[in-house]
């Protein structure tokens, strides 16, 4: 949408995965071939003055940070470990990307002259129970408490929403790949928010177009049973119920 819309003259992509960047310029190569002026494999540059640019780094280096965010007006912000029993298992590492990392990220960006910082949150940092949401409550407090840590020139806002549908790695994804039919279930009646890739664009947009200062933007989103998820998408096969998993709630909320 940034590139088919001319938003924005110059993207970043900032990220440790140089896996994902190299498709990435793969994929932009083959849907803008025609709009495309020079290309390399850590950058684009198109015929209209946008050019889009790799950094391999990471959030938990400042200095790396620092360098990669000089001339930058707007930075989203959504480097996370987000997976819930990963994190339980690897809590240090947790603590030094989803903390010590947008720490690190709203220091950068005051010192560099960011104009406005969006970071986004999930469901799970409202009243958290498991290790993944208490970070991503640190991480909230932290850039909202970041006015008055730094410059008063770069202004800071959160996004929360739920269970993005069709995200890289989740339920739905694995449930919509044909070949797969072994699946388990963790409780029929659980529920979970969810939220389409294009709802949580807008609204990431709408913060980063319209947010003031030190707010956090909540959608409407629905709640759905787990099983009613399975059983829509899935109607062939019979999840085994194994039961909550460890720091697992219930019922979301947000």
Partial sequence: KALENNWHKKIIVYSRDEFKQVRLVRYLRSKFSEKIKKY??????????????????DVRSYDRLLSALQGVDLVLHAAALKHVPI??????????????????????AAVAGVKKLVALSTDKAADPINLYGATKLCLEK????SIFQHRKSTSYHLVRYGNVIGSRGSIIQLLQDKENKDFFLTEGE???????????????????????????FVPKMKSLEMIKVF????????????????????????
């Fill in 40 to 57: 390399s494999d850590y950058a684009i540059e198109f015929k209209n003055g946008q050019s889009v640019r790799l950094f391999v780094g």
């Fill in 87 to 108: 994190c339980e298992y690897n809590p240090d590492q947790a603590v030094d990307v989803n903390v010590i990392g947008t720490i690190n990220l709203c220091r950068a």
């Fill in 142 to 145: 932290v850039v909202l408490g």
């Fill in 190 to 216: 659980m529920t979970r928010f969810w939220i389409s890739i294009e709802d949580a664009i807008d609204l990431t947009r709408y913060a980063a177009l319209h947010g003031e200062n030190a707010e956090i």
């Fill in 231 to 254: 059983s829509s998408l899935r109607p062939d096969i019979i999840p085994e119920e194994t039961g909550a998993r460890p720091g697992e709630k219930f019922h979301e909320t947000m």
